[in-house]
């Protein structure tokens, strides 16, 4: 039951701890893996790369497939729960929290702040992947859905589009030509 335990720790602690995928799970999986018992490093890295290559998410698929390894059948099951269940809480609260919030001054201050912040990584997001498109005319396309998905979401994110058209220009004017 030992065993059980830690694996069900292990998968709770990467679902609520490690944003970013697969890539960023892969190098904590391995650190604790040891912890897990029966299961090495180099059993982590060959796990990582089947994980990347089934079909499916493959953070799970590498959260499973090392619990798998370490606590057999339940072991898989309990570690994948484990590795959901946060994220699952909070979309299960989400709604009740927007309703507390609603009548509070101070949660709206912070909801108001997350919709900037979120529009913000949607543009970083953005104008990282313009900047890997092969024309001009592609970027500028791939721009202005992106200028229309976030003036749609919040009218006053003008002011991010702006800062975020002056990035894009300047990425484009300073990127280096192919010999």
Do not use: C
Request: charged share 10%; net charge positive; hydrophobic share 55%.
């Amino acid at each position: 039951m030992g065993r059980i335990w830690r694996i069900a720790k292990l998968g709770f602690w990467l679902g609520a701890t490690v944003f970013g995928g697969v890539a960023a799970a892969y190098p904590r999986v391995r650190e604790r893996a040891a912890e897990l018992g029966d299961i090495t490093g180099e059993e982590v890295d060959g796990i990582y790369a089947l994980a990347v290559l089934l079909p499916g998410p493959s953070f799970l698929n590498l959260v499973g497939a090392v619990s798998g390894r370490a606590g057999g059948m339940i072991g898989a099951l309990v570690g994948q729960v484990a590795l959901l269940l946060p994220g699952f809480v909070l979309v299960m609260l989400l709604p009740i929290l927007l309703r507390i919030s609603y009548f509070s001054t101070h949660s709206n201050g912070a909801l108001n702040g997350a919709i900037w912040t979120t529009a913000g990584l949607l543009l970083a997001t953005g104008i990282d992947q313009v900047r890997k498109l092969k024309s001009n005319l592609q970027r500028a396309a791939v721009f202005l859905v992106l200028a229309a998905l976030l003036l749609g979401a919040h009218p006053t994110l003008l002011l991010v589009l702006v800062i975020g058209g002056g990035a894009l220009a300047g990425s484009i004017l300073t990127q280096k030509k192919a010999a």
